[in-house]
């Protein structure tokens, strides 16, 4: 029995859902954002809720169940709220930098890595070493901060990089003299 998949989803105020067989549209203040439901589920909306039934009790039912109703839920959230991904740049001479609607990165390359802006994803650069990816879809948004966290990753000695806000690193020791 699916726990998430069975709790209602409620619209806010604002918030304009359309089920158009699969598929299902939902139109906020921040934007729009549209998804294919699979076959197995089924998506019913009685006034300002949300509710996602599945036909049988497969293996793949279930889990496409509860799968389903958080990709719906964080849908409504997105067009209300809107997600974002804190990154936080560690090592001497890194910096970032907005170019346009772009991401201009200074990773200690003997080039600048441009990180190009996709559609929907706004970057934010509150000092040089923090760059905040905000975006209506919680799924780019995560992609895009992994690969920009990809381009450095920290590397477990000094720990230098591109890293997560609050994400811990583990620290290597290093190499000891010959005695």
Same mark, same amino acid.
């Given at each position: 029995?699916? +726990? ?5 989803? %409620? ?7 359309? *089920? ?6 939902? #139109?906020?203040?921040?934007?729009? /954002? $549209? +998804? ?7 998506? %019913?909306?009685? @006034?300002? !809720? *949300?509710? &996602?039934? +599945? =036909? ?8 496409? $169940?509860? &799968? ?11 067009? %209300?709220?809107?997600?974002? #991904? ?13 170019? @346009? ?9 003997? $080039? ?6 996709? =559609?929907?994803?706004?970057?934010? *650069?509150?000092?040089? %070493? ?9 799924? /780019? ?6 690969? *920009? +966290? ?21 620290? #290597?020791?290093?190499? !000891? @003299? #010959?005695?």
């Amino acid at each position: 029995m699916s +726990r998430i998949g069975n709790s209602p989803i %409620t619209v806010p105020a604002g918030v304009d859902v359309s *089920i158009a067989g699969a598929d299902i549209t939902v #139109k906020g203040p921040k934007g729009s /954002l $549209h +998804r294919s439901i699979p076959v197995e589920i089924t998506v %019913t909306q009685d @006034g300002s !809720t *949300i509710t &996602l039934a +599945r =036909a049988g009790d497969s293996r793949i039912e279930r889990s496409l $169940h509860g &799968l389903m109703r958080t990709l719906v839920n964080n849908m409504v959230l997105g067009v %209300t709220v809107g997600f974002s #991904k804190e990154l936080e740049i560690v090592g001497v001479g890194y910096r970032a930098e907005a170019q @346009g609607k772009n991401l201009r990165l200074a990773l200690g390359f003997s $080039h600048p890595v441009i990180v190009p802006a996709p =559609a929907g994803i706004s970057f934010d *650069i509150p000092a040089q %070493t923090k760059v905040i990816v905000k975006g209506i879809d919680k799924e /780019l948004v995560g992609q895009v901060a992994a690969d *920009i +966290r990809s381009i450095r990753k920290p590397e477990p000695y000094k720990g230098k990089g591109v890293r997560y806000l609050n994400e811990r690193v583990v620290r #290597k020791a290093g190499k !000891t @003299g #010959k005695k």
